[in-house]
Structures are given as C-alpha cells and as structure tokens.
C-alpha cells in the first residue's frame, strides 16, 4: 500500500542538507510515490521513561540514560542496538575527561555523568536535549567543571549530532586536563570492517580477539595468537598503528555486513581540535571502538596538557560531530557504504557552521568572520623574485610566537590552505583576537604575521600581500631530506616478518608497522650510520629515526651518526650555519659535533627535549623543533669535514629523534643580499 507524501518544510540549510542524504539512504525504507517526488518523513519525537529518553525520527532511535546522559543504545537498520550490550549501559557510549588536580595527581577518568537534564528544543522538526552538572566549591575532589552536554536529532536524517560546553569561573580551583573524548563502543559480531580512509581499511580483531594474545612492548600492542578469524593469526595490533593527523580525520568508522551497515563519525570542522592541521590522533580501533578525539597529548606530550592555574576562567564549545548511520539492500556491496559516508562528510563540511546548535556558545555563520590575502615567501638564495607560497597551510589561533599553533590547547583555531599563486581565505572565524600563522611545505620555520588579527561578527579583513621571510644566513652547501615536518621521506625498513600488520605491507604508510625501533639495530648492529653527501641518498641511505641501539637484554644505548661533506675554499673567518629540523622529539638529546670525536664537548645541544613519544606509536612525526647552530669556519677544512649528530639519551628503545630536514649554508656573500 502506498503512502501519501507531503512536502516538508525545513527553516535552514543545514536540515536540507541531511533531507537530501536521507533521499540517499533512509528513502530506501519509506515509500514513494512514483508520480510525485516528495518524500514524508516522520517528525522528531522525544519519549520519556522513568530511566532514559529516546530520540526517534523513525530512521533510526537513540537512547540516553537520564539524567547521566550516557548512549545506551542506537537502533536502525532492524538491528535492535549497534552499541555492544554486553557492555554495562555506562559503557557504550559516552563523553569522557581524564584529569588530575594538586589534591589528585594521578590520572582520573571522568565518564561526566549528568545531574540534570533539560529539554531544549522539542517540535517537528528538531529535538535538542542537554545532560547538566554544574560544580560548585562544596564538591571537594570532583571534576571543578560545569559540563553541558548536548545531543541533537533532526527531521528525515539518519544521524545524530553531539557537542558539549566546558566551563570554568573566576577562581576555581587548579585543574590539568590530558584527553577528552566521545567513544562508541559497537557490538563485536557485527561490525568487523573498519575503514579510516581509502587506504587504510580492513577486517579487525575483537577485544575478545586481543584478550586472548600475547602482549608486546607495550599493553596496547598485541600478537594475534588465536583470534576468531583465522586469518588475522600472526599479525599484531595496535590502536596507535591508525592514528591520523587532524586534517585527515574528517570521517572514519566500521561497516556491518548483515545487514549491510556503516558506523560514522563526521567532523566537519577542526575549528574546536587543539594543536592545529597536523596533531595526530586516534580514530577507529579494534573493540570496536570509533572515537570523537576533541583534544590528547598523544604525538606531543605535555604541552598540550590543558593547564588551569590561579582560578583562570575557560569556556569552550567541542562539536558539535555527526553521527552518520547508513545501510544498502542486503546483496549490495557493504563496502560502497565507505564512498557515501564520505560524501556525506562532504555536505556536512559545507554547511559548517551549522545553524540548528541552540546554544549562544555556537555562533551560527553571520556571527563569524574571515580573513583573506596572499602568502609570498622571500628567500633570496633560492629566488631573485618573490615566491609564491602554494599549499601553504595558513591559519589563526591565540597570539603567541611563531609556531606556538602547534602546542595551543585552550582556544580554536582556523586553518586554510593556499591555492598555487599563494592566495587564502579563511573562513567562519569566531569573533575574538589572533595572530595569523603559517609555515610552507619545501620551506623551513614558521611564519606569523606581525599585528594581530581582531575578528568582529561579520568581519572580512582583506590583508593583501604578506610575506614571510624563512631562517637563512647564506647559500645551502648541502641538504638532507624535505622540510615538510615530517621524516616519511627517509628510508622505513621492512619490519620483523614475525611482527607484521598485512595492511601496511601493500601500502605507502610502512611507519606504522610495530617495532621499527629494533630494526635500526639489525642493520646496524656494531657501526652506527654514515651518510656521505656526495654519495648517499636520503630516501634509501637516511634511517627515519634516530633511535638507541639493543646491545641484549632489552639494553639500549645511545647512538651516533656521521655525516661526511667536502668543502673547498673554507673562509676560517666567516660564520656558517646548521639549520637542523627536528619531526619528531621524545625524551631525547640532541648533540653536535664538528670534526671532532664522540667524547669531547659538543659544540651544540639542544638539551632534554620532547615528550611526543611518535616513535612507540608508529607516528612520522610528531611536535616541530627548529635550531640553528653557528659553526665557525676555523673549525672546518678546505677538503673533508665530518659532523657527528649524537642523541645522548640511552635506555629506552622509545628515545630519540627523527629529523625533518637538515641543511648547511655557507657564509653569506656580498652579491646575496
């Protein structure tokens, strides 16, 4: 029996937009008229029960436990609930912080249970809910935050959406918060396939799959010794192995394969992320588990611990992220499900920002504003003219110094690429203060713009042409490697047949195979690297991290490699200059030497640096260092020099660097000026 159909009426875009997915892939369950191309779609209701709520759009119900606000259980598709009910209702889907306090120092995990729920918006169209609690000094040993919680169904879409306010007053209590998050946890013998990107996709172990492995350098990594499916046997897992860097996060989840059906999470904008385009996190990982990261320390360390000191008032807004649910007629290809949620991210990054949010904390777009211009590079040894900065990521965040982007925690922050002739726009600013930031591919340093940027609602500031002048003092003798902030350009070896993951055999990420730090000693088991300029070859010759050696018995020491270069006509009088980019740092020193002997003092240091901890997990680069060391000619020979490069810090397989790009100039000269 045909239905009759009625055009329904959405006040705004962004509800248009998830109609016209839900034509997509929800229509598939509703009848259509032949002769008429509108499509009724049930409206939002909200029910309540004396424990829970359930939000129902007829495509799918979500249930939240009241008032602690945790997802208890999704239902679409006919599958009764993709969550894993073995799980307690508290662990299946949930918002959580890990923080510590002076009076509780070590970690606590904090799942941000809800007092008090409150009903936003109810009608037809949209339902909005929000789970409340609310500190105050009486609550001695508890989380000093005002948590509001908030989850958004709309109208005809298969979906929902998620974003909480963090809130801190004048003179609360001291406060260091290391992660917060939104993790799903989906029934194991339904979702088997995880898809991360169009590359890094697989079948996956269970958690029951990893309890019953034998455990490796570290507990999160695991030899998969008898796993349900047999052909997993052998291969190790790491939840690590498929991090990404914020910019390419913008959808990953599972699919289901009877009956056909995708687990989503969308995030449309990387506005409320801390650390900027390139800080690395978790996705999707064995369980399974998807994950919203809004903020961590993993690939930095503690500088992007959010600090809280002498009562500092905070309010931040993370989110809102979609939830996309989608599904194809049993004996269709599951996997086609992967290209529609990315289309799907797709529209939801083009309605960003969103304009259904409720709360004042979101401003919708015409609150916003944006900045635009053109990047130049000036860099007279490598052109006489201006260049232009293609593909230069471009963004603003809090003021602060040339790339302190890259450790900023607290604010938000925006980022744009440039087109090939240096031209940007960034888009949908909040209203506030910021300093504009930059640094180019094939370019060494950071670029920030020296007056800050003061966006107003509706603001669109036009800055021309700004350009950025890179670290240089003379002409580039020689270099290793591409200034690109990362070392995947060096040679990644093969690793240990017994310590494989097959997905990374067949593809370009090699890095992320486990236990590439003991490789280094394999190939050099007594003799540390040499790199000869007029010889080697980066991309074969350079090993990617400089790691310490096992000299037996999980012993580590550290490690010192060579660099040998010829120079003629040395001016014993001028000043030349190392540039050193560092990718990545972790617990490391290091030292440099020229034409000189491993014990004797170095002649530069960068002390004890670093704490991003990229080489354990499988990262190609973690936070960006930059130094330059001043090496008189009087040091150097009219034939050939040796620097020797040592991380001094031993014990441990984890410490130690990898570089970026290394480069020796000579002394400037007169007709480069």
């Known amino acids: 029996m045909w239905l009759e159909f009625e055009v329904v009426g959405h006040s705004s875009s962004n509800l248009l937009a998830c109609t016209m997915c839900c034509i997509k892939m929800a229509c598939r369950k509703i009848h259509q008229n032949e002769e008429d191309d509108e499509i009724y779609y049930p409206p939002v209701q909200l029910h309540d029960f004396e424990d829970h709520i359930v939000l129902d759009n007829g495509i799918l119900n979500v249930t939240l436990s009241t008032p602690e606000g945790m997802i208890t259980k999704i239902t679409y598709n006919g599958i009764h609930n993709l969550l894993e009910q073995e799980y307690n209702e508290n662990n299946r889907g949930y918002w959580d912080l890990v923080w510590s306090s002076p009076d509780h120092p070590t970690d606590i995990f904090d799942k941000l249970d809800g007092t008090?729920?409150?009903?936003?918006?109810?009608?037809?169209?949209?339902?909005?809910?929000?789970?409340?609690?609310?500190?105050?000094?009486?609550?001695?040993?508890?989380l000093p935050l005002n948590i509001d919680k908030r989850f958004i169904m709309l109208r005809g879409c298969p979906g929902f959406y998620s974003?909480?306010?963090?809130?801190?007053?004048?003179?609360?209590?001291?406060?260091?918060?290391?992660?917060?998050?939104?993790?799903?946890?989906?029934?194991?013998?339904?979702?088997?396939?995880?898809?991360?990107?169009?590359?890094?996709?697989?079948?996956?172990?269970?958690?029951?799959?990893?309890?019953?492995?034998?455990?490796?350098?570290?507990?999160?990594?695991?030899?998969?010794?008898?796993?349900?499916?047999?052909?997993?046997?052998?291969?190790?897992?790491?939840?690590?192995?498929?991090?990404?860097?914020?910019?390419?996060?913008q959808v990953h989840g599972w699919i289901a394969a009877d009956p056909p059906t995708g687990f989503w999470i969308i995030t449309p904008s990387n506005e409320f992320k801390t650390a900027g385009p390139l800080k690395q996190d978790l996705t999707s990982h064995a369980g399974p588990i998807a994950l919203s990261m809004f903020f961590s320390t993993h690939y930095a360390g503690v500088p992007l611990v959010l600090d809280f000191r002498g009562g500092e008032p905070w309010k931040k807004v993370f989110g809102p992220v979609f939830v996309y649910l989608n599904s194809v007629s049993p004996g269709e290809d599951p996997l086609a499900l992967w290209p529609d949620a990315k289309e799907q991210m797709m529209m939801e990054t083009k309605q960003w920002p969103y304009d259904f949010p409720m709360s004042e904390d979101f401003p919708p777009a015409k609150q916003r504003g944006r900045v635009s211009g053109r990047l130049l590079v000036r860099d007279r040894y490598m052109s006489e003219r201006l260049m232009t900065a293609s593909s230069a990521y471009i963004g603003v965040a809090r003021p602060g110094d040339p790339g302190s982007w890259q450790r900023e925690n607290k604010g938000y922050q925006f980022w744009s690429q440039c087109d090939a002739l240096g031209y940007f726009r960034i888009n949908n600013i909040r209203a506030g203060n910021y300093s504009l930031y930059a640094w180019l591919p094939g370019i060494i340093g950071d670029y920030k713009y020296n007056i800050q940027i003061n966006i107003k609602p509706g603001s669109k500031i036009r800055l021309r042409n700004v350009v950025y002048d890179p670290p240089r003092d003379g002409p580039t003798l020689w270099e290793i490697g591409i200034p690109d902030r990362s070392a995947a350009e060096f040679y990644v070896p093969d690793p240990n047949p017994t310590l494989l993951n097959q997905l990374y055999t067949v593809?370009?990420?090699?890095?992320?195979?486990?236990?590439?730090?003991?490789?280094?000693?394999?190939?050099?088991?007594?003799?540390?690297?040499?790199?000869?300029?007029?010889?080697?070859i980066y991309q074969t010759d350079w090993y990617f991290a400089h790691v310490n050696r096992n000299i037996g018995n999980k012993t580590?020491?550290?490690?010192?490699?060579?660099?040998?270069?010829?120079?003629?006509?040395?001016?014993?009088?001028?000043?030349?200059?190392?540039?050193?980019?560092?990718?990545?740092?972790?617990?490391?020193?290091?030292?440099?030497?020229?034409?000189?002997?491993e014990g004797e003092a170095p002649c530069f240091t960068t002390g004890l640096i670093g704490k991003d901890n990229a080489i354990a997990r499988h990262g190609i680069h973690g936070l960006y260092w930059l130094y330059s060391v001043c090496i008189g000619g009087s040091v150097l020979q009219s034939s050939t020099n040796i620097i020797l490069l040592t991380q001094s810090r031993g014990s441990s397989p984890w410490k130690g660097i990898m570089y970026d790009y290394i480069r020796l100039e000579g002394p400037s000269s007169n007709t480069q000026t």
């Open 507 to 536: 593809q370009p990420d090699k890095f992320r195979q486990y236990g590439l730090w003991d490789r280094y000693t394999d190939l050099y088991p007594d003799q540390d690297l040499v790199y000869s300029v007029e010889s080697s």
């Open 116 to 142: 008090n729920l409150f009903v936003i918006r109810e009608d037809e169209d949209q339902v909005e809910v929000s789970f409340v609690r609310t500190w105050d000094s009486s609550q001695t040993g508890l």
């Open 556 to 597: 580590y020491v550290p490690t010192t490699w060579r660099i040998l270069f010829n120079l003629t006509d040395v001016d014993t009088s001028a000043n030349y200059t190392l540039r050193l980019a560092l990718a990545s740092a972790n617990d490391a020193e290091l030292q440099v030497r020229i034409n000189g002997e």
């Open 163 to 249: 974003y909480a306010i963090f809130e801190r007053l004048q003179g609360w209590p001291d406060l260091h918060m290391s992660q917060g998050r939104i993790v799903f946890k989906l029934q194991q013998n339904l979702f088997e396939y995880m898809a991360i990107s169009d590359d890094r996709q697989r079948v996956m172990p269970t958690s029951e799959d990893r309890n019953r492995s034998q455990v490796l350098d570290y507990p999160e990594a695991v030899l998969l010794t008898n796993p349900t499916n047999a052909f997993l046997r052998g291969e190790v897992d790491d939840k690590y192995q498929y991090s990404s860097d914020n910019k390419d996060s």
